[in-house]
């Protein structure tokens, strides 16, 4: 059992330097808009949006968790939508962390005369600060029979780090269309984003690496069943590399008249990783969301089926109601 778990923390350490994982990652990935497509950039009903979102996961196969925490603010100007984003990712035993800082801006503009069809359109752009304290990484060549065996690391280890911290820059883009008529059976959705879009070189030991280019295509629709009660199916599939990734979800909502309120829920399905269960509730402006991923892929066998926790806050300030349906993609 030591092994299998050794093994699989081993595996995942070195994951989080290849190309598949060079990103954050977050499974209720629409419950923050503007990681998910720069062209939600001020796209709701209200004066300002603030959003946060934490995520932990792997603690059931090693000592050190593997962290994430968003924070966003944007608001919408006429057609145009302005906002920022601060993310701060971190991951093994070496401490590897990563934080960005993200403006964004999007305009969004009907393409018929009710306003019913709607396309968006929006750019981020930052800075991103990559570090690691690779003196608290062991390599293979530090390993020593003596003793029972164990890493010695005053063993040299060969590696040839020219520091400990990296700054890149970060831009990304995005489109998407939606039908914001209200009163309707269907609200379908559609996006596509792409990040990384100048691949910027990335190295803590002078090679030539670049971050490759990270596409997310995302659609949906919301199905309102009655006055009080809608689904939403939606689809989201992310490419990098030769890794893809694919995820379909089922949101629900029911609304509570006696206490204002709508109970939301969801189920998602992360292709042969992880199988996630989401409740929350949205009450006035205010929008609070927990989900918990069961690992289901071959590292279950070690996690017992434990994965990660996540918890996501949105907030919308709203100074007045407004009196007429306003651009709002039904997500």
Not at 48 to 72: C, D, E, G
Not at 146 to 151: D, E, K, S, V
């Amino acid at each position: 059992m030591m092994i299998h778990r050794t093994l699989s923390i081993l595996f995942i350490v070195c994951a989080s330097f290849s190309g598949r994982s060079q990103d954050g990652h977050l499974s209720m990935y629409d419950a923050a808009p503007l990681f998910l497509n720069p062209a939600m950039t001020g796209v709701f009903e209200g004066n300002w949006r603030l959003h946060a979102q934490y995520r932990t996961q792997w603690k059931s196969v090693n000592y050190k968790p593997y962290n994430a925490a968003l924070l966003s603010l944007d608001l919408p100007k006429g057609k145009w939508g302005f906002g920022g984003q601060i993310m701060n990712f971190r991951a093994g035993i070496g401490n590897y962390n990563v934080v960005q800082g993200l403006a964004s801006v999007a305009y969004t503009t009907p393409v018929d005369k009710q306003k019913r069809h709607n396309i968006s359109f929006g750019i981020q752009a930052g800075l991103a600060q990559k570090s690691i304290e690779y003196q608290l990484l062991t390599y293979d060549n530090q390993y020593t029979t003596a003793n029972g065996g164990g890493f010695d690391q005053t063993i040299s280890s060969n590696e040839d780090f020219s520091g400990q911290s990296i700054i890149v820059p970060v831009t990304n883009a995005g489109f998407m269309y939606f039908f914001a008529k209200q009163e309707v059976r269907l609200n379908p959705f559609l996006g596509v984003s792409a990040f990384n879009l100048i691949q910027p070189r990335e190295s803590f030991n002078n090679v030539d690496n670049k971050l490759p280019i990270r596409i997310y295509g995302h659609i949906g629709t919301r199905i309102n069943i009655t006055e009080t009660f809608y689904l939403l199916p939606k689809v989201l599939i992310m490419q990098q590399r030769k890794f893809q990734e694919q995820t379909y979800a089922l949101d629900m909502g029911f609304y509570l008249k006696g206490s204002d309120m709508y109970l939301i829920g969801g189920l998602i399905y992360r292709n042969a990783d992880a199988g996630i269960i989401t409740i929350g509730a949205k009450m006035d402006n205010f929008v609070a969301k927990i989900g918990y991923d069961v690992n289901i892929s071959t590292l279950s066998t070690v996690s017992s089926g434990r994965g990660g926790f996540e918890i996501s806050f949105t907030y919308i300030h709203q100074k007045n109601k407004p009196q007429t349906a306003k651009i709002c993609p039904r997500l």
